[in-house]
């Protein structure tokens, strides 16, 4: 009888629910449909994705997409929250450097690399690339988030006396604002060389460098 039992808890099933199952199988179309979303915003641009073309590339009724998401403002915070991970992911890239000035200069330079690798979300992020979407709570915390690489540098920094502001959060947006700013005005064609448009945005790596740290260039 043991054995017998024993053999037949060996050859038992696990069995999935049928409520389980459909929702495993919802968030598998849900994350195909962003993947065809961000492949048509990273090949065209954001104002190509609309519901209709989503759909015809994920050769679905747009009803699916609109049951999943609302609208395509639901469509385009995911997209958001999408590049959210992709900048974590650009800046844990970077391995931590005991020279907190160079750690720095790195991670600037992941943050310029994010924006030319992957413009279209830039956009949707920072540059307003979906009307209908404005960042609520979570998108914030996302973007919170993703920046807490350069948040935790900065926080050291203060600890240890490089910096004098005591705010670290003050810090990271002072320097969050003038690095977008420099690529805000190359992605929106003000300043159309990039090389020139790289040579701003180092120089002024090197400004707040300078300004915070209380260097001389």
């Known amino acids: 009888m043991h054995n ?3 053999t037949t808890s060996q ?3 696990f069995v999935t629910t049928y409520p ?3 929702h495993q199988h ?5 994350l195909n449909i962003i993947e065809a979303a961000a492949a048509i915003m990273q090949e065209f641009g954001p104002e190509a994705v609309t519901i209709r073309r989503v759909a015809e590339k994920m050769e679905c009724p747009t009803k699916i997409i609109y049951n999943l998401f609302g609208s395509k403002e639901g469509l385009a915070k995911e997209l958001f929250l999408e590049g959210c991970k992709l900048l974590a992911v650009s800046f844990q890239s970077i391995p931590e450097q ?8 790195h991670l ?3 943050y310029w690399d994010f924006s030319r690798n992957y413009t279209s979300y830039y956009m949707v992020m920072f540059g307003g690339a979906f009307s209908e979407f404005k960042p609520e709570e979570e998108s914030l915390q996302a973007i919170v988030t993703a920046l807490q690489q350069v948040i935790t540098i900065i926080t050291k920094a203060i600890e240890e006396g490089f910096i004098s502001e005591k ?3 003050l810090v990271v947006n002072l320097v969050w604002a003038s690095l977008h700013g420099a690529i805000h005005l190359h992605l929106g ?3 159309q060389d990039e090389e020139i448009a790289k040579k701003l945005y180092d120089r002024s790596v090197s400004n707040l460098i300078v300004t915070f740290f209380n260097r001389n260039i």
């Open 4 to 6: 017998s039992s024993k």
């Open 11 to 13: 050859n038992a099933h």
């Open 20 to 22: 389980k199952a459909k």
């Open 26 to 30: 919802s968030e598998i179309v849900r």
């Open 98 to 105: 005991v020279d907190l000035e160079q750690y720095l200069r």
């Open 108 to 110: 600037g330079q992941a």
């Open 167 to 169: 705010d670290p959060i």
């Open 189 to 191: 064609g003000h300043i």
